[in-house]
């Protein structure tokens, strides 16, 4: 990506460039969070004494933090959250509309894409609404089960991923469906001339090419996916009994409810974490693909 | 609005260098020669509607700005519920560029704003007025931090026992009905289940959906009429997590809901539970309510969440009977919202000035009774006008008042809040959670929160 | 950039029997084929439009409350949310969308061009922490934030529409680097041939062909800033510019919920963005479906 002549020497342009973005992503960014990361080893609290006149505490925080059993079931949360509806539910989903898409009749295609592309585009807080009147009692969901039934607060946890789901999978299908354009047709039409059925085709020739999408798009799903606050902190708050209680949902009550903004902003911290050791993974994945094509 | 479309596309066009668009684009600064003392006060959570905090706000600073035509009240309304007026208010606090002179906050987090260093304290002021002596020691006490008094109460809300009379009737129950201990309570929501099927018989809040609210109105009322009322200990500085009266409560809460008595969890377990009894009683849909007092004021004609005119002939109140009826045999916790002032305030001496004008007869009933509070003020609660704007129901609050109970003030206390939370909702949920798992979900979640050391067992 | 090698490479094996493919698939079979296709693609469509029934119902219900029910007809709700304050929260919102996207657009084209063309030492290391920055929850620095914004008298909507650019910032970066990846060099040799500057380069020859993945770049921040919940709540301190996702946490914190109101306010929160879809989707289908940008 670097060749051409105007790459061969380090540039004063391209820092010109570079300063906007570099400046607005330090102060407002990366400075915070490097703060954020301070905040966590100290006793900053949002009122009381140490509101104003925190101190570093040393390792108080990550003692608590390895001893809170409600971190590690909130931790475990977190995994099932993300892996069901960003993984699984999101990129297969996205995936089934992004093929259906392509070979379906024109009008159908246009009907189904603006509502699922819709509901991705919504704002957070009316998905989340919108989700909860569809799984509370008398809801839309509830009617299919017996007008009285509570689906929401009998499966919390399958609840908020289905409307995760629902809320993402429009983000996933536009991107697969690039991939999936770029797919030459030569290709597919080679492999069914040697009598593959579709779905062979599909699995063995088309994933193939397309893995690599697949892998970014796993990976940015699970990445908004991580970071989100307002779906469930709307529908469930976190409950029924903590169900629901993922980590961003967990840091939000402890610093802003409990007001202990130092455990708090460490909590948020484990999030940041494992979202670095996902794009630190995505990286090792998409290098050894690049090796393997190659 | 137009102004505002060119400052946009001013805005649009330097977003380049964009670290400068906010800082060319600030407030206009308010006339110089005009002394600024801002507000700050919830926008929909404490008063009964958005349109009665108009109301109210919008008439203190007009009337003041009449009277003080050199002064500018500046209005800061927050948005959100409980947690984000906290939230808000803290945050605001946090640099004396932002801190409101004058700021309404919630009674129980009154502790932990002076404890910050953020409150002026009030005690020389306040021996001059007259109203302050009249105030009853306990609500006076929620003000006080190490000796010194920070906050003035501007109205409480406290609990009562709402029954219908209509359906009592109906299912062959006495009225008027004088429950004298909880097992009189349990024994009424029997017969209503067994006679009027698709009443809730009892309903009494659970879960973790409408925060503390749920605790205040349900376990700590029950609490305070307890054998063993203590939440935190005073003299072991510590929690509280099992005692006969914690067994008491949830022994209750596992009666009404393992015998079907309670409400849906739908209900229960909803950010709208505190309020949903409001609609709810007028629609012959409850027949015992562990509720609030706001719930009168709310069916009255100027309020009209809905209005409700039979209220008075169909929604009889009484006391929250204790546990075994020992007199006076009222239970009942108290919490309600008060004004404070910042200790970085430029002009402390007007705002006790504004503050004092809205501690007032007028101004005072008004947000009584458009907020649903029992005025502080001993005299202003014998008032005809505060007692005929919610009849009964205004008159019986201010009976109950003084037996209120106040919760702990430590920040901590919503720790423990969250622990009996998590309690009630899983013994609403499951019917078939016992009272010693209900104890271990409160002992659990405030040992592993705090720590095992800052826990006892009262016995 | 890795996808095109990973794409050639079958495509170049395959290339001998391409245009070879013979007429004789029975028709039949492919009917039932499109049939299977379309029935599922019907049923997903169903699924997903399932849950927005209540907004509609609610809406324009009288007695409008969570459960799913046939309205008895009102526009009351509309009226009540298209007046004063709602109204002003709506034009908030959009202004705060605005300044973000601009924001981030601009911020990220120019980045985006520098890191895609020049030479920037350890590109790659900064294209790799630009990504993971996407996944950082705004909850735990939105109280370093409000402190440095409180200290600059910085409360207000025009910042927090700068705070709300930045948190998109990553992500437009990134789609927009990649988008330019796929932009031929040849095109900016010519100019550079007749002297044009760097910044005429950008604006004349690369944006207009990078454009779908900047229109991506575009919506996304636009639809980030316009849902936006807790940094306007924190950050914004003047009532008159409060927008409109606090207008509807208001509705619920109520002590009366307002249903019909909250769906009626939902809808018409939701209509620019549905609106936005339409207008951008036809002109710039590409761009939308991520163009090149999400090759990895």
């Known amino acids: ?294 | ?459 | 950039m890795t996808q095109s090698i990973a794409v050639r490479s079958p495509a170049t094996a395959a290339q001998p029997l391409a245009g070879a493919v013979p007429e004789e698939t029975s028709s039949a079979a492919e009917r039932r084929e499109s049939l299977i296709v379309n029935g599922l693609l019907a049923v997903l469509g169903i699924m997903f439009l399932a849950p927005l029934l209540w907004i509609f119902f609610a809406s324009v219900d009288v007695n409008a409350s969570w459960a799913l029910s046939w309205p008895h007809f009102t526009l009351a709700h509309f009226r009540e949310v298209t007046r004063g304050d709602f109204l002003v929260s709506l034009v908030n919102t959009l202004l705060l969308s605005l300044v973000a996207s601009a924001v981030s657009t601009i911020a990220a084209i120019l980045g985006g061009y520098a890191l895609s063309r020049r030479r920037v030492p350890l590109a790659d290391g900064l294209m790799v922490t630009i990504l993971f920055l996407t996944g950082i929850p705004l909850a735990i620095m939105i109280v370093p934030v409000f402190q440095v914004y409180a200290q600059f008298n910085l409360l207000n909507l025009w910042a927090t529409g700068v705070f709300l650019g930045v948190c998109s910032l990553p992500f437009a970066l990134w789609l927009i680097k990649t988008g330019m990846d796929a932009v031929p060099k040849e095109l900016e040799e010519a100019a550079r041939m007749e002297q044009a500057s760097v910044l005429q380069i950008i604006l004349y020859v690369t944006v207009p062909v990078a454009l779908p993945s900047i229109f991506a770049a575009l919506i996304y921040s636009f639809i980030n800033a316009w849902g936006a919940f807790l940094p306007p709540l924190v950050l914004i301190s003047d009532q008159s510019q409060i927008t409109g996702p606090i207008k509807i946490y208001g509705l619920i914190g109520n002590s009366d919920v307002r249903y019909g109101d909250i769906a009626a306010f939902s809808l018409i929160y939701s209509l620019p963005v549905v609106i936005l879809y339409i207008l951008m989707s036809r002109p710039f289908s590409g761009g939308f479906s991520m163009g090149g940008a999400v090759k990895g």
């Not at chain 1, 990506?1 to 570099?22: H, Q």
């Not at chain 1, 297969?92 to 992004?98: E, H």
């Not at chain 2, 026992?161 to 097992?183: E, I």
């Not at chain 2, 229960?268 to 509720?291: D, H, R, W, Y």
Request: one cysteine or more; proline letters at 6%.
């Open chain 1, 1 to 294: 990506m670097m060749e051409g002549d105007a790459a061969e020497k380090p540039d004063g342009v391209a820092f010109l460039l570079l300063l906007p973005t570099v400046i607005l992503l330090l102060a407002l960014f990366v400075g915070p969070v490097l703060y954020a990361f301070y905040l966590g080893l100290t006793n900053i609290a949002l009122m009381g004494p140490t509101a104003r006149h925190f101190h570093f505490t040393g390792m108080s925080n990550l003692h608590r933090l390895v001893h809170d059993s409600l971190f590690w079931k909130s931790l475990k949360l977190t995994a099932i959250f993300v892996a069901a509806s960003a993984i699984v539910g999101v990129t297969v989903v996205g995936m089934a509309l992004a093929v259906l898409i392509q070979h379906a009749v024109a009008w159908l295609r246009a009907a189904v894409g603006a509502i699922v592309v819709v509901a991705w585009m919504l704002p957070p807080l009316t998905a989340a609404l919108i989700w909860y009147a569809f799984s509370t009692t008398g809801g839309t969901l509830s009617l299919l089960g017996g007008s009285q039934a509570d689906v929401l607060n009998t499966f919390p946890m399958f609840v908020v991923c289905l409307a995760n789901i629902w809320a993402t999978a429009g983000f996933s299908m536009l991107v697969l469906s690039a991939g999936l354009r770029s797919v030459p047709t030569e290709v597919l039409e080679a492999g069914r001339m040697e009598g593959a059925s579709r779905w062979r085709v599909f699995w063995s020739l088309t994933i193939p090419i397309i893995q690599p999408t697949i892998v970014t798009n796993i990976l940015l799903v699970t990445l908004l996916s991580l970071a989100n606050f307002s779906l469930i902190y709307i529908m469930t708050g976190g409950g029924p009994g903590n169900a629901t209680n993922i980590l961003p949902i967990y840091s939000y009550q402890q610093a802003l409810v409990f007001g202990k903004l130092g455990y708090g902003a460490l909590l948020g911290d484990v999030v940041v974490i494992i979202a670095t050791i996902f794009a630190y993974l995505y990286v090792r994945v998409s290098r050894a693909t690049r090796v393997a094509a190659a």
């Open chain 2, 1 to 459: 609005m137009l102004e505002h479309r060119r400052r946009l596309l001013c805005a649009a066009a330097l977003a380049a260098a964009a670290m400068t668009v906010a800082g060319g684009t600030s407030r206009p600064a308010q006339a110089a020669d005009k002394t600024v003392i801002s507000c700050a006060y919830s926008e929909t959570y404490v008063f009964d509607n958005e349109d009665l905090t108009k109301k109210w706000w919008g008439g203190i600073k007009a009337d003041f700005e009449k009277m003080h035509p050199d002064v500018t009240v500046q209005l800061v309304p927050i948005q959100g519920g409980y947690d984000d007026i906290v939230n808000k208010l803290s945050l605001l606090y946090r640099s004396p560029a932002t801190a409101p002179d004058i700021a309404q906050m919630a009674t129980p987090t009154v502790d932990r704003f002076a404890s910050s260093g953020y409150l002026l304290p009030l005690d020389k002021y306040l021996a001059k007025t007259d109203w302050w002596k009249k105030f009853p020691p306990v609500i006076q006490g929620e003000g006080a931090w190490q000796g010194k008094t920070y906050s003035v109460n501007t109205g409480e809300n406290d609990s009562m026992l709402y029954y219908n009379v209509d359906l009592f009737k109906k299912a062959g129950l006495p009225v008027p009905w004088k429950p004298t201990s909880w097992n009189d309570i349990l024994a009424a929501g029997r017969v209503i289940k067994a006679k009027l099927p698709g009443v809730v018989p009892i309903w009494i809040l659970a879960g973790t959906g409408s925060g503390d609210n749920t605790v205040l109105m349900g376990v700590d009322t029950m609490l305070a009429g307890s054998s063993t009322p203590t939440i935190f200990d005073e003299k072991t500085q510590k929690w509280v997590v099992d005692s006969p009266g914690l067994r008491e409560v949830f022994g209750f809460y596992h009666s009404v809901f393992s015998e079907g008595l309670g409400a849906k969890i739908s209900d229960l377990f909803s950010t709208s539970g505190v309020t949903a009894p409001v609609f709810m009683i007028p629609k012959n849909q409850i027949a015992i309510t562990f509720g609030s007092n706001f719930y009168g004021g709310n069916w009255s004609k100027l309020v009209s969440t809905p209005y409700w005119p039979q209220a008075a002939q169909v929604a009889a109140v009484v006391p929250v009977p204790t546990v075994n009826g020992k007199a006076p045999n009222i239970s009942t916790t108290i919490g309600g919202w008060d004004l404070a002032i910042s200790a970085t305030t430029k002009h402390p001496d007007l705002a006790f000035e504004l503050l004092d004008f809205m501690m007032n007869k007028e101004n005072q009933i008004n947000a009584a009774n458009w907020a649903g509070f029992v005025p502080a003020d001993t005299d202003y609660v014998k008032d005809p006008s505060f007692i005929n704007f919610a009849a009964p129901y205004n008159e019986l609050s201010a009976v109950v008042l003084p037996y209120g109970v106040i919760e702990p003030p430590s920040g901590d206390y919503l720790v423990w809040s969250r622990g009996a939370q998590e309690a009630t909702g899983a013994l609403a949920q499951h019917p078939n959670t016992t009272v010693d798992q209900a104890i271990g979900i409160l002992s659990d979640y405030v040992k592993n929160q705090l720590d095992p050391s800052q826990t006892e067992v009262l016995k």
